[in-house]
């Protein structure tokens, strides 16, 4: 197939060690961790009468009160939970995506390579149009493998994250895809993973403040870009919260209250079901 490499400045953010890296530091910062299953919200009693101005009171951890000034709702796809707390719409759809990784077996091994590129392939006999990143450890993560499963939310609701594992049949389209590239897929997948990629309807993300509640927020339907635009979100959400707007990103294209009523629904050329094509999570 058709191959295409980017140029030297290109990198990858490993999602996880970005993430424990900015849990660490919020917790140097003096932010308790609090690791749980959410389950819903209670509202203030005495707000009541102004379904309107709502405001959220405590957040339930399994089942368990924790007491809050301000709610942040940041689940990604199981961000479509809160739509029931809330009683506003959240449309989600869920995209099931399988990845893989080769880990670095010894120092001479050919097809390790530690330089900041990446590579994008053309679709091949196996249904791949994979995307190779090389890691600087010397493992190499691969995505693009094709067999996407899309999820309602209804079905998101129902799936735990842990439940959420890769498909074998696209591990083994994986190692045949790579092993015509190089000689490095001789190996066998070392890790196969999956993701729950959040993609609302119309292909942006939801960032502000939840309708009807006046200190709840929402920020989710970010699809593949939800490490990278993480810290950004983090930052236009804080300062939304904290300053009444956002100051770095204009957050009116994102308003959640943009799917309130049908006829408020932002459309936007070829993005989202404009494109009839493409499944909303395939769109870049």
């Known amino acids: 197939g058709k191959l295409a490499l980017l140029d030297p400045e290109t990198a990858q953010v490993a999602p996880r060690e970005l993430t424990e890296k900015l849990v660490e530091a919020a917790k140097q910062k003096g932010a308790d961790v609090v690791i749980g299953e959410v389950t819903?919200?209670?509202f203030d009693d005495n707000n009541t009468d102004d379904e309107d101005d709502r405001v959220v009171k405590r957040i339930m951890v399994d089942s368990k009160p924790l007491p809050c000034k301000h709610a942040v709702i940041a689940m990604g796809p199981w961000s479509c939970q809160a739509q029931d707390w809330f009683q506003t719409p959240i449309p989600m759809e869920g995209v099931k995506s399988t990845s893989v990784?080769?880990?670095?077996?010894?120092e001479t091994h050919p097809g390790m390579l530690t330089e900041p590129a990446?590579?994008?392939?053309?679709?091949?006999?196996?249904?791949?149009h994979l995307e190779v990143y090389p890691r600087p450890n010397g493992d190499v993560y691969i995505c693009g493998i094709g067999g996407n499963d899309y999820l309602n939310a209804g079905q998101i609701k129902e799936l735990a994250p842990q439940d959420v594992k890769a498909n074998p049949d696209r591990v083994t389209a994986a190692?045949?895809?790579f092993g015509d590239l190089c000689s490095m897929g001789d190996c066998k997948v070392d890790?196969?993973?999956a993701c729950l990629r959040p993609c609302p309807p119309d292909a942006l993300p939801m960032l502000g403040r939840m309708p009807k509640c006046s200190n709840a927020f929402l920020a989710t339907g970010h699809n593949c870009w939800g490490i990278l635009w993480?810290?950004?979100?983090g930052l236009a959400i804080t300062e939304l919260i904290l300053d009444g707007r956002s100051q770095c990103v204009d957050l009116k294209p994102f308003d959640p209250a943009?799917?309130?009523?049908k006829d408020k629904l932002v459309r936007r050329k070829r993005r989202g079901r404009h494109i009839k094509n493409d499944e909303v999570g395939e769109q870049w």
């Not at 990784?101 to 010894?106: E, G, L, R, V």
């Open 118 to 128: 990446a590579l994008f392939c053309a679709g091949d006999a196996n249904d791949c």
């Open 40 to 42: 819903g919200v209670e």
């Open 101 to 106: 990784i080769f880990q670095k077996k010894d």
């Open 230 to 233: 993480a810290p950004v979100t």
């Open 175 to 177: 190692e045949a895809s």
């Open 191 to 193: 890790i196969a993973q």
């Open 258 to 261: 943009r799917f309130v009523a």
